[in-house]
């Protein structure tokens, strides 16, 4: 990064103005107890509870270091016609627009998504200014060095230093997307940790962070009795977790 870009960065950090975990998630009680629980304890809840898959392909994984969580705020991105160069507009709108502790979801469609960066030292910028909890991108991302200075969790199919003019152009806001695999709809809570993205139904959260919980405790039962049995198969069948 060059002395100039750097002089950027260092203001937005000293402003305090970092992923906006707290205040918000504290005002949605489902974000926070979404929020405390592993991914993949809410990934095996969203199985048993709404009976489909709610985890992201594996080709999303963590470009930035942080854990995220928070509702769901989607655009949706399309090849652009052949000579068009239009910045991301519906992008640009959803971030200046999204609710403190959102996840931006951003799904860039067709085979050459991946090569294309979805976000970038701009775009990252302006939602650690608006209180954005970290984005996802079913798409690439540029400038992650800058990314991981803000503090801002990134999830992406890789580093890719292309930018999105000319390539694509955004097509919709707000509306459901496919990412990763997975149904993402505006409001659903987001998850991501080491382990990948989950994301929970806004219509099942409390029964799907019930049951995960319940799970979390019975890992944790399950690996005292492992310890204390010296076998993993009886810790299994006394408590019903793997």
Same mark, same amino acid.
């Given at each position: 990064?060059?002395?100039?870009?750097?002089?950027i960065?260092? /203001?937005?950090?000293? *402003?305090?103005?970092?992923?906006?975990?707290? /205040?918000?998630?504290?005002? +949605?009680p489902?974000?926070?107890?979404?929020?405390? =629980?592993?991914?993949?304890?809410?990934? +095996?809840?969203?199985?048993?509870?709404?009976g489909?898959?709610?985890?992201?392909?594996h080709? $999303?994984?963590?470009?930035?270091p942080g854990? =995220?969580?928070?509702?769901?705020?989607?655009?949706?991105?399309? /090849?652009?016609?052949?000579?068009?160069?239009?910045p991301?507009?519906l992008?640009?709108?959803?971030?200046?627009?999204?609710?403190p502790?959102?996840?931006?979801?951003?799904?860039?469609?067709?085979?050459e998504?991946?090569d294309?960066?979805?976000l970038?030292?701009?775009?990252g910028?302006?939602c650690?200014v608006?209180?954005?909890?970290? *984005?996802?991108?079913?798409?690439g991302?540029? +400038?992650?060095?800058?990314l991981e200075?803000?503090?801002?969790?990134?999830? *992406?199919?890789?580093?890719?230093?292309?930018?999105?003019?000319g390539?694509?152009?955004?097509?919709?806001?707000?509306?459901?997307?496919?990412?990763?695999?997975?149904?993402?709809?505006?409001? +659903?809570?987001?998850?991501?940790?080491a382990?990948?993205?989950?994301v929970? /139904?806004?219509?099942?959260a409390?029964?799907? $962070?019930?049951?995960?919980?319940d799970?979390?405790?019975?890992?944790?039962?399950t690996?005292?009795?492992?310890?204390?049995?010296?076998?993993?198969?009886?810790?299994?069948?006394?408590?019903r977790? $793997?």
């Amino acid at each position: 990064m060059t002395s100039m870009r750097r002089a950027i960065w260092v /203001p937005v950090m000293a *402003a305090g103005l970092g992923c906006a975990a707290g /205040p918000p998630a504290a005002r +949605d009680p489902l974000v926070a107890a979404a929020g405390a =629980l592993a991914a993949a304890s809410l990934s +095996d809840a969203v199985d048993q509870v709404a009976g489909k898959r709610g985890f992201l392909s594996h080709g $999303i994984r963590r470009m930035t270091p942080g854990k =995220l969580c928070g509702r769901a705020v989607t655009v949706l991105a399309r /090849p652009a016609p052949a000579g068009e160069k239009a910045p991301p507009t519906l992008a640009l709108e959803t971030i200046d627009e999204a609710e403190p502790g959102s996840v931006l979801v951003i799904v860039m469609e067709g085979p050459e998504g991946a090569d294309v960066a979805a976000l970038g030292g701009i775009m990252g910028t302006a939602c650690v200014v608006r209180g954005l909890a970290g *984005a996802v991108l079913d798409a690439g991302v540029r +400038d992650v060095e800058e990314l991981e200075e803000l503090g801002f969790p990134v999830f *992406a199919r890789g580093a890719v230093p292309s930018t999105s003019v000319g390539r694509y152009v955004t097509v919709a806001k707000g509306a459901p997307v496919v990412c990763g695999g997975v149904e993402v709809g505006p409001g +659903d809570i987001v998850v991501g940790d080491a382990d990948g993205v989950v994301v929970v /139904p806004a219509e099942r959260a409390a029964e799907v $962070i019930d049951r995960a919980r319940d799970l979390d405790e019975r890992e944790r039962r399950t690996m005292r009795s492992v310890r204390e049995l010296r076998s993993v198969k009886k810790a299994i069948e006394l408590h019903r977790r $793997i």
